[in-house]
């Protein structure tokens, strides 16, 4: 399943997106991790670079669901 490499990296934002502070290496370590698991005909998995690059500079409204309250997950 892709939810355990993405919880290595990177903590779960909403239902179907998980956010977190990557260098390039963890970027493709976790690239590579997920490649092994998708069906590349069928499924999609991105990886978006954002700004800001200083974590001092980001600004989050609100809250998603608890974890529990999830019931499948998309990537």
Known sequence: ?????CR???WRAQ???FEG???ARQRQSLLARLAV???AGADRV????LAPVER???VSLGRGLPPEDFRHALL
């Open 1 to 5: 399943m892709l939810i355990e490499p």
């Open 21 to 23: 502070w990557l260098d």
């Open 46 to 49: 991105a990886l978006y670079v």
């Open 37 to 39: 698991l998708i069906d």
């Open 8 to 10: 290595s990296f990177a």
């Open 56 to 58: 001092d500079e980001l």
């Open 15 to 17: 239902e179907s997106v």
